[in-house]
């Protein structure tokens, strides 16, 4: 079984900045991608940046600058830095990972129960 815990979300205001963290932990082989998506109400879910095995990163384009995805492989840990918030980028955001499983040597991703992200004054 694999699961995904992340912490760190909270209200911060706007400009502020603001840390999540993700530990992957359970029957994992190999962690092949790792990341955040979010959504903010009433909208779909969104890819805000992820990191593959090798360091290599994506971001959406309207946050590159502003936010940034790593990763602590040694611990399974993938982490987002926000920077100079708006009040947009309030929503639940979600870690996920692309991994192999032990047991099963199946391959898909898995995702954690979201943390919630508030900015505002």
């Known amino acids: 079984q694999v699961q995904l815990v992340e912490s760190g979300g909270g209200l911060v205001q706007p400009g502020g900045s603001l840390r999540l963290s993700c530990v992957v932990s359970g029957t994992i082989f190999k962690i092949y991608v790792m990341g955040w998506y979010r959504q903010a109400p009433g909208k779909q879910r969104e890819l805000v940046g992820r990191?593959?095995?090798?360091?290599?990163?994506i971001y959406a384009d309207s946050l590159k600058g502003r936010f940034t995805v790593s990763r602590d492989s040694a611990k399974n840990t993938v982490f987002l830095q926000m920077n100079s918030l708006k009040p947009e980028d309030t929503a639940d955001y979600y870690c996920?990972?692309?991994?192999?499983?032990?047991?099963?040597?199946?391959?898909?991703?898995?995702w954690g129960q979201g943390t919630q992200v508030t900015v505002s004054s």
């Open positions: 990191i593959d095995s090798g360091g290599s990163t």
């Open positions: 996920y990972s692309d991994l192999s499983d032990s047991v099963t040597s199946a391959r898909r991703d898995y």
